[in-house]
């Protein structure tokens, strides 16, 4: 009897501390914080977080080591991006949100910031600055008349303001201030790496009007409504658009319109845009066929890429002004 009162003890005993061991486990698991995608190390150093790859790489350019800088954005385009739980983490502990503005990411980064708990986060549209003489009406290229086209959002301002290297300078500009009022005391380094970006940015735009500027077919048809600014800045101009709302290849009506824009014998349009993350459309190829059909001189597709997504391994400070100018060449190597 004795012993069975011993074994007893010893079971109860072991119990009793694989009980405590089991809650001590759950103890730590719910006192745990999740990575929110923070250091740990620079507890000081402003928070910053941007919409998408080219915000990036204009904060990273004036942030330095200075302040950290996150991105939401990288398959996903600032069009179609769907908030997650990670993102509202992210956001918890940010100072400070650099958004496009100007419709692109709507309603989103407003939800987030409610979403996120975060109230003293400041949300920064960036697109605010932009003179509005010096902006563009969106959907520039859609069709006005009667018949059966149609689009799924309404006439506005055209986002795409960091397809020009003179609105990217605007952006840059607001994104020094911000950080200039948000860290004080490295106001200077601020100022510095904001002037050093910005002459880059510079270089960027009088290379690419070099590159041009012996070319003579200066109309293009891009792929979607996206590069209205691009086109402004060197010196081009969008003769029509293949995708009105990109994802949705072009109905007969619109089909037509294209082709009597590239055969006008004035005016003839042999450059014909398509993008990389539209690769499995055919549209651009078709017209381009088409064109070679009813006699346009040498009609070629180009790759233009309109800077909206990014692979997460190539993203870097660079990325913006490498695109770029992989933009640029590739359009000089086509046009003649």
Known sequence: MLIQRHRFRAVA???????????????????????DGWPSDR????????SFAPLYCFATNVAGDDAVV???????????????????????????????GLGLEG?????????????????????ARVPEDKLCEGSCHHDHGDGDDHHDHDHG????????????????KGIRDELKTADPAHA??????????IAKL???????????????????????????????????????????????EPNEK????????????????????????????NAGRELVAILKQKGVPDPVLVELDPLETVPQDQLNAGWYEAKMRENLAALAEKMK
């Not at 009793?16 to 698991?29: I, M, Q, R």
């Not at 939401?72 to 069009?79: M, N, Q, V």
């Not at 200077?188 to 970006?197: F, I, L, M, T, V």
């Open 254 to 281: 619109q089909l037509k319109k294209l082709i009597e824009i590239a055969t006008n014998a004035e005016k003839p349009v042999r450059v014909v845009c398509a993008e990389p993350q539209y690769s499995n459309s």
């Open 13 to 35: 005993m072991l119990a009793s501390f694989v009980g405590l061991g089991v809650g001590c486990l759950l103890s730590l698991s719910g006192c745990a914080k999740p990575d």
């Open 202 to 248: 510079q270089k960027l735009k009088e290379d690419g009007l070099a590159l041009l500027k012996d070319k003579k077919d200066r109309n293009l048809i891009t792929f979607h409504d996206s590069m209205t600014y691009f086109a402004k800045s060197f010196d081009l101009k969008i003769a029509g658009v293949v995708e009105k709302n990109p994802g949705s």
């Open 188 to 197: 200077a380094n601020y100022d510095r790496r904001a002037e050093e970006y």
């Open 70 to 100: 996150r991105n939401l954005l990288t398959s996903t385009g600032p069009h179609h991006f769907n908030p997650t739980d990670k993102d509202a983490r992210l956001l918890r502990r940010a100072d400070v949100m650099f958004v496009n």
């Open 107 to 127: 309603d989103k980064p407003d939800k987030m910031k409610r979403g996120s708990g975060n109230k003293s986060l400041k949300i920064i549209e960036l697109g």
């Open 157 to 172: 301002t055209d986002p795409h303001i960091w397809l020009s290297p003179d609105h990217a300078i605007i952006m840059v």
């Open 43 to 50: 507890p000081d150093a402003p928070k910053v977080v941007v």
